[in-house]
């Protein structure tokens, strides 16, 4: 085996690298839109990814036609946990296209939060539910994942260099 093959080998790490990055930044778990009437309302949570017993931000962005910020709008929210509402917040006037609340999530599993927003063109209540995956153990396990995949990773370049040292060696010697 020649040394350019070598030359993969940190290609091979920084994919690793770059995909246990790119999981902590942006998770798939609690990020979701959905087309409500005429407006579209986008849910996000701080951290990406919530946790039993901790605080958890909720955040919705609500957005017109043209995918503008809509100025003022009124929003409520009930959150759900096995079919029992377990939180509610009710509708209140919000300004400049965002709402935030703090909530922490006491159970692990799906959390469905239904958001009710006051279509004040029509005059009634749109309303979608968003599901949210809470985990006690989130960070702990994923972290433990991507150390094994690293170690797994930088155990086979070990061993392709001390395979490709040990069979130089037999070569020189003959």
Sequence with gaps: MNKR?????PIYLSFFVGLGIYEISHPPFSTDSAKIGDYEVKVETTPPVPEVGKDTTVHFIVLD???NLV????????????????????????S????????TFNEPGN???RANLVDFKNGGVLSYAFNVGVLNFYM???TYLIIAGLS?????VI???LFQKKLWFKKSKT
């Design 140 to 142: 702990n396990v994923f």
């Design 71 to 94: 100025d003022n709008f009124r929003m409520g929210a009930q959150i759900y946990y096995n079919d029992n509402m377990v939180d509610s917040f009710p509708p209140a006037d919000h």
């Design 96 to 103: 400049s296209g965002k709402w935030d609340f703090d909530y």
């Design 159 to 161: 061993a392709i260099i």
């Design 65 to 67: 036609q043209n995918g």
């Design 152 to 156: 797994g990773a930088a155990g086979i």
């Design 5 to 9: 093959f070598y030359l993969f080998l």
């Design 111 to 113: 959390h469905v939060i």
